[in-house]
């Protein structure tokens, strides 16, 4: 079936550093990739999608990469901020329909 | 303008009872889908209503339902509730029907069944 899964369920990294989010999925007849923030208490909030016709989007310090060859999502974050700290999900569209995948979970420290 | 607004955020229930939740979307967003979240399944699917029709449907029992609007808000409805649908039941709307379409979510409403 279809399926979108994450590689790490945790990631911690110094304030000021880049942050790199992996997703895999499984099967790549979809509209497009999203990546959603949330936090703690707060539903999840849109950061950048990617069509599934193109390899690379940048957004404001973030820049979305897939590979369809591996069927392999990533999301970058530049300076990662402690604002950034919070769960990131990948999800595959079809229409208005989305598959997410399980969440990582950035932590940023001080 | 306005996000989109779920009621309540917060609701108790016993096993065997039901509930009703709502959903108000962006003003002319026609879309409306429900997502189930809990800590073992993630976020998963319930439906998608547009223009007051059920378009997609998850993989979910019968004793979950919705209906849309006319003015486009929405709700769902759980009877027969189970502990097992305790969960953050999250709204989300979209302007389009169709395509690449950017889903604005609320920020949900907490259910504890016990």
């Known amino acids: 079936g279809e399926s979108v899964g994450l590689h790490l369920p945790t990631l911690s990294v110094q304030e000021g550093d880049n942050s790199i989010i992996n997703c895999a999925y499984s099967n790549s007849a979809s509209d497009y990739f999203i990546w959603y923030k949330q936090e703690s208490g707060k539903g999840p909030q849109f950061i950048i999608d990617i069509r599934s016709n193109m390899d690379k989007r940048q957004g404001q310090r973030v820049t979305v990469l897939l590979n369809k060859t591996v069927k392999h999502l990533s999301l970058q974050i530049a300076a990662t901020q402690p604002g950034d700290s919070a769960v990131y999900f990948c999800?595959?569209?079809?229409?208005?329909?989305?598959?997410f995948g399980g969440g990582t979970r950035l932590m940023v420290k001080p | 303008k306005a996000g989109v607004t779920q009621t309540p955020r917060y609701l108790i229930k016993t096993r065997g009872q039901q509930v009703t939740l709502s959903c108000s979307p962006i003003s002319g967003h026609r879309s409306v889908s429900w997502y189930q979240q809990t800590p073992g399944q993630g976020l998963q699917f319930l439906f998608e209503?547009?223009?007051?029709?059920?378009?997609n449907k998850g993989n979910f029992p019968g004793r979950f339902s919705g209906r849309q609007f006319s003015n486009s808000r929405s709700e769902m409805n759980v009877s027969t509730l189970e502990l097992g649908d305790s969960a953050l039941y999250l709204c989300?709307?979209?302007?389009?029907?169709?395509?690449?379409?950017?889903?604005?979510f609320g920020a949900g409403s907490r259910l504890t069944v016990l």
């Open positions: 209503y547009f223009s007051e029709t059920q378009r």
């Open positions: 999800a595959r569209g079809a229409g208005n329909m989305l598959t």
């Open positions: 989300a709307s979209a302007f389009g029907g169709s395509g690449a379409n950017v889903l604005t």
